[in-house]
């Protein structure tokens, strides 16, 4: 890495490479070139933080860095890590060293290796299956984490550098087991090799029911099983999820997990060598667009991928244990923490901690002294609150605007978006800044429509990449171009099943006509207490877009030609109406329709 200290501002594309692996993307910041000096060239940092634990200390090191070598700004994933935007490549040393040394880690936060670990952000001390899962998302994170000492010897020059942190003793023994095959004999990367993996690889751990990780959109999904008592019994497993896809290309797409099957509590982190060597060795390295593990079982089937998974593993897998219906959680708000102590979930819009906001998080942690978790929704949970410094902690984040979920709107609550523009070098459309007066706009063509207060989970990517996982969103829009997107429609609440493509682009301009006949269709046909999203699945797009076809807004009905119909056929398009769930006039405007067409 002897490109970090010449004096250019980038790095070349071999450097791009390598740097990906320690957690960092080369970016060109295009609101900020010169004209006729080319590229604005600045680095992203991300953090690997399993199961989005964040320590005081490093919280605060964070924000420090923020404002002295970033953009003055932190952003949370959707994967419960951190990313630091704006750092130039002369600072890239001190930034990195800066992390490790106050005890966290960029290392394969980026690359073809397992990314960060994700887990149940609630920090439930009293519920044994919360505290395991926690555990596991680390000790999977260990498992899976380079092992080669080329990291240190880049950021911290080969420096000796002591941590209080031991990874459990089991995670050393079985990555070093190789009964059968999982690893290379005398290599520094086991599991690795020399290659790595084909693609990106993705782990969730979580419990049954809780789907804050959206456990169905990861390569490997984890579920803990305890027995009555509270005893780890063992894991089922799911195997195949990915977000990923390329506009017009029909060989790419979004998938759930499947599952596989469950593993005695003994056998998890031998599973897991198993199921990642499998996508080691069978997954597609000629296409880098069919290189993740979705493609290799959509190839092979699952039958199949068990029975390796199976010979790699020297044994069979169990049935899938059976488990209770999932639901979205996003620990917004106060909770008990199970030890006399609260947790207190606070909502971050996009991810995005800057401005008074970030000054105001940074008061009371540090006054404090809080650890935080990160969550899978963007947002960030204030740990360890005894309850007498409740009201000064609301207070003082309220009074930066950080508002209590009490008083925030329900489509805020539930959506989220990628950084986009201008930063990453994926992007064709806005994304993080978008959404916000999308959110705006959906929210006020609610109030008009008499669904004040719906909630709809609203996804907006900038790419088809699906960072911000759109495809399993009530309502996805991902980019395809400036003021553009593909809307996706019908993925579930509890984030159980994969939206569809219901209109291939859609202008921001007609967000509103695109959106209200269908908003319409929902007020008017929906069963009592059915989701937007359950509602379009349940009635299809076919019917959807023949109510849209003969949709006629409010505003438009005082403009039309007035016509006058006997008192019988008024009671006639009454009757019609009623029965299909549509206005008078929708059902007399798809009649002039037919009439129109049969001429």
Same mark, same amino acid.
């Given at each position: 890495?002897?490109?970090?200290?010449?004096?250019?501002?980038? /790095?070349?594309?071999?450097?791009?490479?390598?740097?990906? $692996?320690?957690?960092?993307?080369?970016?060109?910041?295009?609101?900020?070139?010169?004209?006729?000096?080319?590229?604005?060239?600045?680095?992203?940092?991300?953090?690997?933080?399993?199961?989005?634990?964040?320590?005081?200390?490093?919280?605060?090191?964070?924000? !420090?860095?923020? !404002? %002295?070598?970033?953009?003055?700004?932190?952003?949370?994933?959707?994967?419960?890590?951190?990313?630091?935007?704006?750092?130039?490549?002369?600072?890239?040393?001190?930034?990195?060293?800066?992390?490790?040394?106050?005890?966290?880690?960029?290392?394969?936060?980026?690359?073809?290796?397992?990314?960060?670990?994700?887990?149940?952000?609630?920090?439930?001390?009293?519920?044994?299956?919360?505290?395991?899962?926690?555990?596991?998302?680390?000790?999977?994170?260990?498992?899976?984490?380079?092992?080669?000492?080329?990291?240190?010897?880049?950021?911290?020059?080969?420096?000796?550098?002591?941590?209080?942190?031991?990874?459990?003793?089991?995670?050393?023994?079985?990555?070093?087991?190789?009964?059968?095959?999982?690893?290379?004999?005398?290599?520094?990367?086991?599991?690795?090799?020399?290659?790595?993996?084909?693609?990106?690889?993705?782990?969730?751990?979580?419990?049954?029911?809780?789907?804050?990780?959206?456990?169905?959109?990861?390569? #490997?999904?984890?579920?803990?099983?305890?027995?009555?008592?509270?005893?780890?019994?063992? $894991?089922?497993?799911?195997?195949?999820?990915?977000?990923?896809?390329?506009?017009?290309?029909?060989?790419?797409?979004?998938?759930?997990?499947?599952?596989?099957?469950?593993?005695?509590?003994?056998?998890?982190?031998?599973? /897991?060598?198993?199921?990642?060597?499998?996508?080691?060795?069978?997954?597609?390295?000629?296409?880098?667009? %069919?290189?993740?593990?979705?493609?290799?079982?959509?190839?092979?089937?699952? =039958?199949?991928?068990?029975?390796?998974?199976?010979?790699?593993?020297?044994?069979?897998?169990?049935?899938?244990?059976?488990?209770?219906?999932?639901?979205?959680?996003?620990?917004?708000?106060?909770?008990?923490?199970?030890?006399?102590?609260? $947790?207190?979930?606070?909502?971050?819009?996009?991810?995005?901690?800057?401005?008074?906001?970030?000054?105001?998080?940074?008061?009371? #942690?540090?006054?404090?002294?809080?650890?935080?978790?990160?969550?899978?929704?963007?947002?960030? #949970?204030?740990?360890?609150?005894?309850?007498?410094?409740?009201?000064?902690?609301?207070?003082?984040?309220?009074? =930066?605007?950080?508002? !209590?979920?009490?008083?925030?709107?329900?489509?805020?609550?539930?959506?989220?978006?990628?950084?986009?523009?201008?930063?990453?070098?994926?992007?064709?459309?806005?994304?993080?800044?978008?959404?916000?007066?999308?959110?705006?706009?959906?929210?006020?063509?609610?109030? @008009?429509?008499?669904?004040?207060?719906?909630?709809?989970?609203?996804?907006?990517?900038?790419?088809?990449?699906?960072?911000? @996982?759109?495809?399993?969103?009530?309502?996805?829009?991902?980019? !395809?171009?400036?003021?553009?997107?593909?809307?996706?429609?019908?993925?579930?609440?509890?984030?159980?099943?994969?939206?569809?493509?219901?209109?291939?682009?859609?202008?921001?301009?007609?967000?509103? =006509?695109?959106?209200?006949?269908?908003?319409?269709?929902?007020?008017?046909?929906?069963?009592?207490?059915?989701?937007?999203?359950?509602?379009?699945? @349940?009635?299809?797009?076919?019917?959807?877009?023949?109510?849209?076809?003969?949709?006629?807004?409010?505003?438009?009905?005082?403009?039309?030609?007035?016509?006058? /119909?006997?008192?019988?056929?008024?009671?006639?398009?009454?009757?019609?109406?009623?029965?299909?769930?549509?206005?008078?006039?929708?059902?007399?405007?798809?009649?002039?329709?037919?009439?129109?067409?049969?001429?």
């Amino acid at each position: 890495m002897e490109e970090l200290v010449n004096d250019e501002t980038f /790095i070349t594309d071999d450097a791009v490479q390598l740097m990906k $692996f320690h957690g960092s993307y080369q970016q060109d910041h295009r609101e900020k070139r010169a004209f006729g000096q080319g590229k604005f060239y600045q680095f992203m940092m991300r953090t690997r933080q399993p199961a989005g634990l964040v320590t005081n200390q490093l919280y605060l090191v964070m924000d !420090d860095l923020a !404002d %002295q070598y970033g953009n003055g700004t932190l952003r949370l994933t959707t994967r419960q890590a951190y990313q630091l935007h704006g750092v130039l490549k002369q600072d890239l040393k001190t930034v990195f060293s800066s992390v490790i040394k106050n005890m966290g880690s960029t290392l394969a936060a980026c690359g073809d290796v397992n990314r960060n670990v994700m887990g149940p952000a609630a920090p439930y001390l009293d519920r044994p299956e919360y505290v395991i899962a926690t555990q596991v998302a680390n000790d999977i994170a260990d498992l899976l984490a380079p092992q080669s000492g080329a990291y240190y010897d880049v950021w911290l020059d080969g420096e000796r550098f002591v941590s209080a942190y031991k990874e459990n003793p089991k995670v050393t023994a079985d990555r070093a087991f190789n009964g059968f095959g999982t690893n290379f004999e005398g290599s520094p990367e086991p599991i690795y090799g020399a290659q790595f993996l084909p693609r990106k690889f993705k782990v969730a751990v979580t419990v049954p029911g809780d789907n804050s990780v959206d456990i169905f959109t990861n390569d #490997i999904g984890v579920v803990v099983i305890c027995d009555a008592e509270g005893q780890l019994q063992g $894991f089922n497993l799911l195997v195949g999820g990915g977000m990923g896809r390329t506009h017009r290309n029909e060989d790419t797409f979004p998938r759930l997990a499947d599952p596989l099957g469950y593993v005695d509590k003994e056998d998890i982190f031998h599973a /897991i060598k198993a199921i990642v060597a499998t996508q080691r060795d069978y997954g597609r390295r000629d296409d880098r667009k %069919q290189a993740r593990l979705k493609y290799l079982i959509h190839e092979w089937g699952l =039958a199949k991928f068990r029975s390796v998974v199976e010979q790699y593993l020297g044994k069979a897998l169990e049935p899938f244990r059976p488990l209770p219906a999932w639901r979205f959680e996003d620990y917004l708000g106060w909770h008990e923490q199970g030890d006399g102590k609260l $947790f207190y979930g606070v909502y971050v819009q996009n991810g995005r901690i800057k401005g008074a906001a970030k000054v105001a998080l940074r008061g009371v #942690i540090e006054r404090y002294a809080l650890p935080v978790t990160l969550t899978a929704n963007q947002n960030i #949970i204030l740990r360890d609150i005894e309850p007498a410094w409740r009201d000064d902690v609301q207070a003082s984040l309220e009074a =930066a605007g950080l508002v !209590d979920v009490v008083d925030l709107g329900a489509i805020d609550r539930l959506s989220m978006a990628c950084p986009a523009l201008p930063l990453c070098g994926l992007a064709i459309s806005e994304a993080e800044r978008g959404l916000p007066d999308v959110n705006r706009r959906v929210e006020a063509l609610l109030d @008009r429509l008499g669904l004040s207060g719906e909630p709809i989970t609203l996804r907006m990517t900038g790419c088809p990449n699906g960072c911000a @996982r759109p495809y399993m969103a009530e309502v996805g829009f991902v980019g !395809d171009g400036p003021n553009s997107y593909q809307l996706w429609l019908g993925g579930s609440p509890n984030q159980t099943r994969l939206a569809k493509v219901y209109q291939e682009r859609l202008k921001l301009r007609d967000l509103e =006509a695109g959106l209200e006949p269908l908003l319409a269709a929902f007020k008017a046909r929906r069963s009592p207490g059915e989701a937007f999203g359950d509602f379009v699945a @349940r009635i299809g797009f076919a019917s959807l877009r023949e109510y849209a076809a003969a949709y006629v807004p409010a505003e438009r009905l005082t403009s039309l030609p007035q016509v006058s /119909i006997d008192e019988e056929t008024f009671k006639a398009l009454e009757a019609v109406a009623a029965k299909e769930g549509k206005s008078i006039a929708h059902v007399a405007s798809e009649k002039l329709q037919q009439l129109g067409g049969s001429s």
